[in-house]
C-alpha cells in the first residue's frame, strides 16, 4: 500500500521570496516519487521526479526537490517564487503493482502575492 | 515527441443524456492509457485503465465505463449522465516498459445540468 499527505492545502507567499510545498509519503515499495502543477482548467504538468539516483532532484521552472528516505519526505522547494507559480501542485507517489499505479496527494494550492 | 489530446474542451449535458469523451496520443505506440477524474476542490480520481486494445481494468463502481479501440484512442462514455457525473476529466499515458511517470492531456471540463 501506498500514500501521500501533502502538509499543507494552502500556501501564500510573496514574489521573490522562497517557496516550501511539503509531502510525506508511505509506500511498501521503493518508491518513485513526483511533483506535479496544474494551471487553472488546465492538464498537470510534470515538474521533477525521483527513481532512487541522486536524492536531490532538479525540475523545470527553477524547482527542486529532495528525497529523505528516513523522515519519508519529499518537500518541494524553489528559492524565489515568480507570479506564474501560482497553481495547485500535486505530490505523486509511484509503486510498481503491474499498472504503474499513481496515488496523488490531495494537492497544495499556492499564491503568489505581488 | 508525445502528444495527448482530448476534446472537447467543455461540454454542458442535461441530466440523463448521454456522454462520450475522447483521447487520442501520437508519437508513441502501446501506451498504457488510464482516466481520471477530478471534482472541484479535491484530488485525482483514477477511474480506468488499459494495457492494450480492448483491456480495461475499472477502478471504481460508477455510471461511466471505457473503451479502447485503437491502440492511442481511449473513449469515456456513459449512457445517462448523474449530476454526480461533473468534473474535469483527464486522460493520461505512460510508456510501456518505462518510467512510472504519466503523462496528461489537457483535460474536459464536464457539467451536468
Known amino acids: 500500500a501506498q500514500s501521500v499527505t501533502q502538509l499543507d492545502s494552502h500556501v501564500s507567499v510573496s514574489e521573490g521570496t522562497p517557496v516550501l510545498l511539503r509531502c510525506n509519503y508511505s509506500s511498501s515499495y521503493s518508491p518513485s516519487l513526483f511533483w506535479y502543477v496544474q494551471h487553472p482548467n488546465k492538464g498537470l504538468q510534470l515538474l521533477l521526479k525521483y527513481t532512487s539516483a541522486a536524492t536531490l532532484v532538479k525540475g523545470i521552472n527553477g524547482f527542486e526537490a529532495e528525497f529523505k528516505k528516513s523522515e519519508t519526505s519529499f518537500h518541494l522547494t524553489k528559492p524565489s517564487a515568480h507570479m506564474s507559480d501560482a497553481a495547485e501542485y500535486f505530490c505523486?507517489?509511484?509503486?510498481?503493482?503491474?499498472?504503474?499505479?499513481?496515488?496523488f496527494g490531495s494537492g497544495t494550492r499556492l499564491q503568489v502575492q505581488p | 515527441s508525445q502528444t495527448i489530446h482530448q476534446w472537447p474542451a467543455t461540454l454542458v449535458q442535461p441530466v440523463g443524456s448521454p456522454l462520450s469523451l475522447e483521447c487520442t496520443v501520437e508519437?508513441?505506440?502501446?501506451?498504457?492509457l488510464y482516466w481520471y477524474r477530478q471534482a472541484a476542490g479535491r484530488g485525482l480520481q483514477l477511474l480506468f485503465y488499459?494495457?492494450?486494445?480492448?483491456?480495461i481494468s475499472s477502478e471504481v463502481p460508477q455510471n461511466l465505463s471505457a473503451s479502447r479501440p485503437q491502440d492511442r484512442q481511449f473513449i469515456l462514455s456513459s449512457k445517462k449522465l448523474l449530476l454526480s457525473d461533473s468534473g474535469f476529466y483527464l486522460c493520461?499515458?505512460?510508456?510501456?516498459?518505462?518510467?512510472?511517470?504519466?503523462?496528461f492531456g489537457p483535460g474536459t471540463r464536464l457539467t451536468v445540468l
Open positions: 508519437g508513441t505506440s502501446n501506451p498504457n
Open positions: 488499459s494495457v492494450g486494445i480492448g483491456q
Open positions: 493520461a499515458w505512460s510508456p510501456r516498459g518505462g518510467g512510472n511517470e504519466q503523462f
Open positions: 505523486v507517489v509511484s509503486g510498481y503493482t503491474g499498472r504503474r499505479a499513481l496515488t
